[in-house]
């Protein structure tokens, strides 16, 4: 920070991720250098990403009429943004406008991530003037029942896929007698296309340890886990920061704000298994097990955590709870549609010209997103398809994508909505190998507790193989069907359950790339690398079967 | 990173990361997080020790090392880069970054003959909108083409960024 002047120009530079795989540190670095060098008075705040994803690295200078935007800047841009009147608001090539005016954005419902790439995530005054605290504040001021009563009435449906009511689940374990019960968010956020539990984590972390904190005093718990995936090093930096900030400040620990609530809150690290992101097998590994799933009953609200009554939620579940306490369950219920309230935070990933975050009300059809917000293909080739709710999820044709998004529509169309990750795909893609991909995850992913997931994912593999090399297709296709009704009816979770869902799609939907009617593209070649080199073995992570 | 003297030993640092995390409920995972941190892997000899402080049979700890994918047995190269396989990126042609490194002699799951690099797959990094995604060294990369792996891999990278899906 540059403190050599109070009159300091204001530029935020995201510390988001995925603005930093492109280059953000380095243009941060840039702007502190001109401003140490003596040339410009900058106050350089990190902030969490807008989620205009293509965008950045995005910086944005505070100006009188508003934060004006920049993007994307490379470090090799900023001498020259900087000479231009950057600081001033200026005209330049890489000018946006105002940000708060950009159609992508001011289109969009922000709830969840209202405050995610405005403020400082680690700033408790920014937090607190942005609205930070209001729904703990209103939550501590009414009893656990009350509470509950209006996280139900808000229609808040559990965000990681399920969507199972919240407010239900924590009258389960506020019913509870124990005196120990648990708190638990699930942030295994492993679906490919998915990364808002991971953006909201960075951007705004203080609002999820308020969500959790609303649960705590909800259900009577006092000790909370956040178990974050290995993968996500910057949202568990930002998350541990963010939680001894907050117990220096009372938000976390004894006496809360004052009140008599207790409650404290513990970052674990997963170690990369997919399966984690079950709730059973969270719990599992939470108690230093194999992440194996359990079966249900007993339900993880009455047995647990170490068989303690335990609220799992997702991290986008637990967000939204501050908003609907702070301005009251009939705000968050007048948004949405049918039995899908409130907002949704839609995930645009793949091959996409405009990739990010689009938060809005249930309702918006696939193409709207796709075609209005992300712009079509990055490589501007046509759209085949996109995989909508992680890999568990269908493969939709272009024909469906007036679909509405909302869980009912999706359930119907025999697809999912899961946790609202969209991924694009062009026409060069083989639907095939995609469905060959679908079951060589699930081997390479299951738990290995039950046998339609183990054993199944295996010989879903091998089926698949058979039926594209032209071997007995009637016959193994019919083999494949078979194979996925067991897997649905009989696997013990999701992993093995859902499994076929992308399969079939892809076989439903393009089945002429299973049965040898269309010709695939043209991939290019490759040219090899020089200098690596040669391998030896070291037995640590294996490819899988391809 | 790897152990020296005896004050080092495998044992010795085993014992000490338990007591650290004495207090936590189920606090397997964070000690071998901790001892992975310090020693580069999980040895062999860690397991009787692990198992005898925390009052688990060597075989309860030797599933839990060998069921998740982050704990290796092994040490690894001096750089570890992951290249991302799940469908966003697969989407941008992630499978083309692996055929990059297997035409460079390198495999998936294993380690340079010099020591310098071991690459991986990985499903998801979460940087789903700005695919290809790699990572090196707890390092994230967005919009990874063959020519920047290239860079990653031989350590070479300057901050140029390849264009979108080019290359």
């Known amino acids: 920070m540059n403190n050599s002047s109070h009159t300091a120009a204001t530029v935020y530079v995201p510390r988001d991720s995925a603005a930093r795989s492109v280059g953000a540190d380095e243009v941060a670095d840039a702007l502190q250098r001109a401003a140490t060098r003596g040339d410009f008075a900058i106050d350089v705040v990190r902030n969490g990403s807008r989620g205009m994803l293509w965008l950045e690295p995005m910086v944005e200078v505070v100006t009188p009429r508003g934060r004006v935007g920049y993007g994307p800047v490379t470090a090799e841009d900023v001498d020259a943004l900087l000479a231009a009147g950057m600081l001033d608001g200026a005209e330049h090539p890489l000018r946006l406008g105002l940000v708060d005016e950009l159609p992508w954005l001011a289109r969009q419902t922000r ?265 079509g293909t990055r490589t501007g080739r046509p759209l085949r398809t996109a995989q909508v709710g992680g890999p568990l999820g269908a ?102 359950g859902l499994t076929p869902m992308p399969v079939r799609s892809a076989l439903t939907h393009f089945p002429d790339d299973f049965l040898g009617g269309r010709r695939l593209l043209d991939i290019q070649p490759i040219q090899p690398v020089q200098a690596i080199q040669p391998v030896q073995a070291s037995g640590v992570r294996t490819e899988g079967t391809a | 990173m790897t152990t020296s003297g005896s004050d080092m030993s495998v044992e010795s640092v085993v014992r000490r990361v338990v007591a650290d995390h004495r207090g936590q409920r189920g606090a397997l995972l964070p000690v071998l997080h901790a001892v992975q941190a310090e020693l580069g892997h999980v040895p062999q000899e860690a397991i009787p020790v692990l198992a005898d402080e925390l009052n688990l049979s060597r075989a309860d700890v030797h599933g839990v090392v060998t069921f998740y994918h982050d704990f290796r047995r092994e040490p690894a190269g001096r750089t570890t880069v992951r290249i991302c396989r799940a469908e966003a990126c697969q989407a941008l042609g992630a499978d083309r970054l692996v055929g990059y490194a297997r035409e460079s002699g390198l495999t998936l799951g294993e380690t340079s003959a010099d020591g310098s690099v071991t690459v991986e797959q990985v499903f998801c990094l979460g940087n789903c909108a700005l695919g290809p995604a790699v990572e090196a060294n707890g390092r994230l990369y967005g919009r990874v083409g063959p020519a920047r792996l290239g860079s990653i891999l031989n350590g070479t990278l300057n901050e140029t960024l390849d264009g979108a899906v080019s290359s």
């Open chain 1, 111 to 375: 709830v969840t991530f209202a405050r995610v790439g405005v403020t400082d995530p680690l700033s408790t005054q920014d937090y607190v003037d942005h609205g930070g605290l209001a729904g703990l504040r209103a939550a501590l001021d009414m009893t656990p029942a009350d509470v509950v009563a209006e996280v139900t009435e808000s229609g808040l449906r559990g965000r990681g896929g399920a969507g199972f009511p919240a407010g239900i689940k924590w009258k389960t374990v506020l019913d509870c007698a124990d005196e120990l019960k648990f708190v638990c968010c699930n942030a295994d956020e492993g679906d490919s296309g998915t990364f808002a539990d991971r953006m909201v984590m960075e951007g705004d972390p203080f609002l999820l340890i308020e969500g959790m904190t609303i649960a705590a005093h909800a259900v009577g718990a006092c000790e909370g886990y956040l178990y974050i995936r290995s993968e996500y090093p910057g949202a568990i930096a930002t998350m541990r920061e963010a939680i001894a900030i907050a117990r220096e400040h009372g938000w976390l620990g004894h006496n809360i704000l004052g009140s008599a609530l207790d409650f404290d809150l513990h970052v674990r690290v997963g170690a990369g298994a997919y399966i984690c992101g079950e709730e059973t097998s969270m719990l599992e590994s939470l108690e230093g097990k194999r992440g194996t799933v359990r079966a249900k009953p007993p339900i993880p609200a009455i047995e647990g955590l170490f068989g303690k009554p335990t609220v799992v939620n997702n991290v986008l579940t637990l967000t939204t709870v501050p908003m609907v306490l702070a301005n009251g369950a009939k705000a968050y219920q007048d948004l949405g549609v049918g039995r899908s309230r409130g907002t949704q935070v839609f995930q645009l990933g793949g091959n996409i010209a405009r990739g990010g975050i689009v938060e809005t009300a249930f309702g918006v059809t696939l193409r709207e997103l796709i075609e209005d917000y992300g712009g």
């Open chain 1, 395 to 496: 493969y939709l044709p272009t024909s469906m994508f007036d679909l509405p998004m909302d869980y009912e529509a999706f359930a119907e169309a025999g697809a999912m909505l899961g946790h609202g990750g969209i991924v694009v795909f062009d026409d060069s893609v083989d639907m095939a190998a995609q469905a060959r991909f679908a079951m060589e995850f699930c081997a390479e992913e299951s738990c290995g507790k039950c046998t339609p997931c183990r054993v199944g994912s295996v010989r879903g593999v091998e089926v698949i193989d058979k039926i594209v090399a032209g071997t007995h297709p009637d016959e193994n296709l019919a083999l494949l069907e078979d194979l996925c009704d067991l897997m649905t009816d009989g696997s013990l979770c999701a992993m093995g």
